[in-house]
């Protein structure tokens, strides 16, 4: 049985700096636990979208360590995480792919070579897209879906690999505010009804503040890491009241 | 004797029906990988690798080497070539695709000249010819084609991810540079085989129309890849018989055929995307 302690990312003295000297991540040091809920907060280009790359193993620091799950990031380790991207489309605008087909890709990183997806995954596919509430579509092509049911077909993506941990990049950019609250209701659903643990980037903080378990504001560096509602009082949250951008801290 | 007369006796002969055979082979070659590489935004690879073909086969030509062994190599080379400069993020994709086509040309130029043409069918090469297809070429083109149907099925569903998004592949720890490489290649080798037929200027179509005219119709995945194909047959084999009935380079025909077929495809998606709005 593992600990609910038990670091499911650990980052250590991390620095990202790109060439010129400027540093996108100046020695964060985060450790996120078993079932949390992390709302990573911040202003854009405040370097949440790096963290998540380093955590991801899509770019490496400068200098620091990260740990996934307690090794160093690596494919199989991977092969644990959820993740929806900041701009939940494909490469190619138009692709041909029904939303079954696209949910069924979050398990292809497990697909066994001349073993097609078929079976479990299909029944985990629906299951999945029935959770999220979105089974109807599943015959539907990505591109003809509005911007919320797209959004749901990645978390669904995500989600279909049992993974251990779900990291989301800013999904609710573009969202309308009701998709939005509903999107929220649902992630709040996954972290506690099914144990998930979720890492969110941001820069909405007063709803973040309200949903995470634990949040972590930054710009650059790491200004405030601890609970949702010390966050609430904390001069930080106050002064985004009335300056959402101007009032945080620049790297 | 009209036109088709003429065909229809055409047809009867040992080295029309080896081209007819052979033409279906590199449709279903190429249409399958047509679908990849239109996804992947790497249209213009065909171009770049056909080029870097008249290239190797001009070396070949001048150094005694087997030709078409020596072309396969040198697309191999090409190919890993472009792929490691599109990867890099330094160099955008389409002056990655230049930098190997204009190699490719200059060399073939040049060991073309200094061969003093070798002998060779240059009008051939670059335009396709039906009298190309050599009983050789077909067990050639018919090994290709097993190979890259069994590459295809290998890790089916891992090739789609890394050309659904590469960045979300990756991040699903899936090494999407194996994959990347091996389309690349997969693509060098369909080129050598192709030549014969389409011609070196004219091959990069193949590569892209099959499954551009798929993407337009399909619903699903799936239905492209059975779609591409179905018009990567029908392109070659309608081209082909142009080429008879006009006695001219089936490269040309097979291409305005596939042109065509897409020119259709899209007048009818959008007349239906008409009447339903009125």
């Given at each position: 049985?593992?600990?609910?302690?038990?670091?499911?990312?650990?980052?250590?003295?991390?620095?990202?700096?790109?060439?010129?000297?400027?540093?996108?991540?100046?020695?964060?040091?985060?450790?996120?636990?078993?079932?949390?809920?992390?709302?990573?907060?911040?202003?854009?280009?405040?370097?949440?979208?790096?963290?998540?790359?380093?955590?991801?193993?899509?770019?490496?620091?400068?200098?620091?360590?990260?740990?996934?799950?307690?090794?160093?990031?690596?494919?199989?380790?991977?092969?644990?995480?959820?993740?929806?991207?900041?701009?939940?489309?494909?490469?190619?605008?138009?692709?041909?792919?029904?939303?079954?087909?696209?949910?069924?890709?979050?398990?292809?990183?497990?697909?066994?070579?001349?073993?097609?997806?078929?079976?479990?995954?299909?029944?985990?596919?629906?299951?999945?897209?029935?959770?999220?509430?979105?089974?109807?579509?599943?015959?539907?092509?990505?591109?003809?879906?509005?911007?919320?049911?797209?959004?749901?077909?990645?978390?669904?993506?995500?989600?279909?690999?049992?993974?251990?941990?779900?990291?989301?990049?800013?999904?609710?950019?573009?969202?309308?505010?009701?998709?939005?609250?509903?999107?929220?209701?649902?992630?709040?659903?996954?972290?506690?009804?099914?144990?998930?643990?979720?890492?969110?980037?941001?820069?909405?903080?007063?709803?973040?503040?309200?949903?995470?378990?634990r949040i972590a504001f930054m710009s650059g560096r790491i200004f405030f890491d601890g609970d949702p509602a010390e966050f609430a009082r904390h001069p930080i949250h106050s002064?985004?009241e009335d300056f959402p951008e101007e009032a945080m801290p620049k790297p | 004797m009209s036109g088709v007369d003429q065909v229809l006796s055409l047809l009867s002969a040992a080295?029309?029906?080896?081209?007819?055979?052979?033409?279906?082979?590199?449709?279903?070659?190429?249409?399958?990988?047509?679908?990849?590489?239109?996804?992947?935004?790497?249209?213009?690879?065909?171009?770049?690798?056909?080029?870097?073909?008249?290239?190797?086969?001009?070396?070949?030509?001048?150094?005694?080497?087997?030709?078409?062994?020596?072309?396969?190599?040198?697309?191999?080379?090409?190919?890993?070539?472009?792929?490691?400069?599109?990867?890099?993020?330094?160099?955008?994709?389409?002056?990655?695709?230049?930098?190997?086509?204009?190699?490719?040309?200059?060399?073939?130029?040049?060991?073309?000249?200094?061969?003093?043409?070798?002998?060779?069918?240059?009008?051939?090469?670059?335009?396709?010819?039906?009298?190309?297809?050599?009983?050789?070429?077909?067990?050639?083109?018919?090994?290709?084609?097993?190979?890259?149907?069994?590459?295809?099925?290998?890790?089916?569903?891992?090739?789609?991810?890394?050309?659904?998004?590469?960045?979300?592949?990756?991040?699903?720890?899936?090494?999407?540079?194996?994959?990347?490489?091996?389309?690349?290649?997969?693509?060098?080798?369909?080129?050598?085989?192709?030549?014969?037929?389409?011609?070196?200027?004219?091959?990069?179509?193949?590569?892209?129309?099959?499954?551009?005219?798929?993407?337009?119709?399909?619903?699903?995945?799936?239905?492209?890849?059975?779609?591409?194909?179905?018009?990567?047959?029908?392109?070659?084999?309608?081209?082909?018989?142009?080429?008879?009935?006009?006695?001219?380079?089936?490269?040309?025909?097979?291409?305005?055929?596939?042109?065509?077929?897409?020119?259709?495809?899209?007048?009818?998606?959008?007349?239906?995307?008409?009447?339903?709005?009125?």
């Amino acid at each position: 049985m593992s600990d609910a302690t038990e670091p499911v990312v650990e980052l250590r003295d991390v620095v990202v700096e790109y060439p010129g000297g400027i540093r996108a991540v100046d020695g964060v040091s985060l450790r996120v636990s078993r079932k949390e809920f992390l709302g990573l907060l911040g202003p854009n280009g405040a370097g949440k979208s790096t963290l998540v790359s380093l955590i991801l193993g899509l770019q490496r620091p400068t200098r620091g360590t990260v740990r996934l799950f307690g090794e160093a990031v690596h494919p199989v380790s991977l092969r644990r995480v959820g993740y929806v991207p900041q701009r939940p489309q494909p490469a190619y605008p138009d692709f041909p792919a029904t939303v079954l087909e696209t949910v069924l890709l979050g398990r292809a990183a497990r697909a066994r070579p001349f073993r097609s997806l078929r079976g479990r995954d299909r029944e985990k596919a629906t299951e999945v897209l029935r959770l999220l509430d979105i089974e109807d579509l599943r015959n539907r092509r990505i591109g003809q879906l509005s911007g919320g049911q797209t959004q749901r077909v990645f978390v669904a993506k995500g989600l279909v690999a049992d993974p251990d941990l779900l990291i989301l990049d800013e999904p609710t950019s573009g969202m309308d505010a009701p998709s939005r609250r509903e999107f929220y209701a649902l992630l709040a659903r996954l972290n506690r009804d099914l144990g998930i643990t979720i890492i969110l980037t941001s820069h909405d903080v007063h709803s973040v503040t309200r949903l995470a378990s634990r949040i972590a504001f930054m710009s650059g560096r790491i200004f405030f890491d601890g609970d949702p509602a010390e966050f609430a009082r904390h001069p930080i949250h106050s002064d985004l009241e009335d300056f959402p951008e101007e009032a945080m801290p620049k790297p | 004797m009209s036109g088709v007369d003429q065909v229809l006796s055409l047809l009867s002969a040992a080295f029309v029906q080896r081209a007819f055979l052979m033409g279906i082979l590199i449709a279903l070659l190429s249409s399958l990988l047509s679908v990849f590489i239109v996804l992947k935004n790497v249209s213009l690879i065909g171009d770049g690798l056909a080029h870097t073909a008249f290239g190797g086969l001009s070396i070949g030509y001048y150094t005694g080497f087997v030709p078409l062994w020596t072309a396969a190599v040198v697309v191999v080379l090409g190919s890993m070539g472009i792929t490691k400069l599109n990867r890099s993020a330094k160099i955008a994709s389409d002056a990655a695709v230049a930098v190997f086509l204009t190699l490719g040309l200059a060399s073939g130029i040049l060991f073309y000249q200094l061969g003093r043409g070798f002998g060779v069918n240059l009008e051939g090469l670059l335009f396709g010819s039906i009298l190309l297809a050599t009983p050789d070429q077909f067990v050639f083109a018919a090994a290709v084609l097993v190979l890259t149907v069994a590459a295809l099925l290998f890790s089916f569903s891992k090739l789609v991810y890394t050309t659904f998004s590469e960045t979300q592949a990756q991040a699903a720890g899936i090494r999407t540079g194996f994959f990347d490489y091996g389309l690349s290649i997969l693509a060098g080798i369909a080129v050598i085989v192709s030549i014969p037929i389409a011609g070196i200027l004219l091959i990069a179509a193949l590569l892209v129309l099959p499954g551009l005219t798929s993407i337009q119709v399909a619903r699903s995945f799936r239905q492209a890849m059975v779609l591409s194909p179905v018009f990567g047959l029908a392109s070659v084999v309608v081209g082909i018989l142009f080429s008879l009935l006009l006695d001219v380079a089936p490269g040309a025909t097979i291409v305005l055929t596939g042109l065509g077929i897409l020119t259709f495809v899209i007048a009818i998606k959008k007349g239906i995307a008409w009447s339903a709005r009125t």
